[in-house]
């Protein structure tokens, strides 16, 4: 795989970037985009349903499974479980606040009264917490960080118990407790 010109082979350091995830997480990304725009597209009768890009719902999905990828990488470079928890912080929520404030101004300026955001929803989605806290989303895209902040839990776990050598094990057991749960 590509990696930036500062990487080295002798292990994975904080400026190494993988290249071809960047590039799936944009075709995740555009996927999703196209999912939508096309089935809002069929709803208003400007195309027809067979050419709705359902495929796109798949997006989510392969954004999951990168950023486990990704995430277990920057777990194995924190030391401590607080360098985890900064560097998710730091990285998530300027911009999340940012989607908040934009969607809920929107929201306000156009939207029928019904669907403005109440304030205990706005506090509730500058939280990030809302899924747990059973708070709508103001925006539907958002239930995807719900998913990320769990894993986030189970990779500060694993950080703060010390067993970051044993997610191999942890994933499988995951998997295993999961399929279950399924069948």
Not at 31 to 37: E, P, S
Not at 89 to 108: D, E, K, M, Q
Not at 150 to 159: E, I, P, R, T
Request: charged share 15%; aromatic share 14%; net charge neutral.
């Amino acid at each position: 795989m590509s990696r930036s010109p500062a990487a080295t082979d002798s292990g994975p350091s904080a400026s190494q970037r993988l290249y071809e995830l960047d590039v799936l997480r944009g075709i995740a990304a555009l996927a999703v985009i196209v999912c939508h725009y096309t089935s809002e597209f069929n709803v208003l009768g400007y195309i027809p349903a067979e050419q709705v890009f359902e495929r796109g719902s798949y997006g989510p999905h392969l954004f999951f499974i990168i950023s486990g990828f990704v995430i277990l990488m920057t777990l194995q470079r924190c030391k401590r479980p607080v360098d985890f928890v900064f560097s998710r912080v730091a990285r998530l929520y300027p911009v999340y606040w940012f989607g908040v404030l934009f969607s809920t101004s929107i929201l306000i300026a156009w939207a029928p009264p019904t669907e403005v955001p109440t304030a205990t929803q706005f506090i509730g989605n500058l939280t990030m917490l809302q899924t747990w806290l059973k708070i709508p989303d103001i925006e539907t895209c958002y239930w995807t960080l719900g998913v990320e902040l769990k894993f986030y839990a189970l990779g500060f776990a694993l950080l703060a118990m010390g067993q970051m050598q044993r997610t191999d094990l942890f994933v499988t057991l995951w998997l295993i407790v999961v399929a279950a749960y399924r069948l």
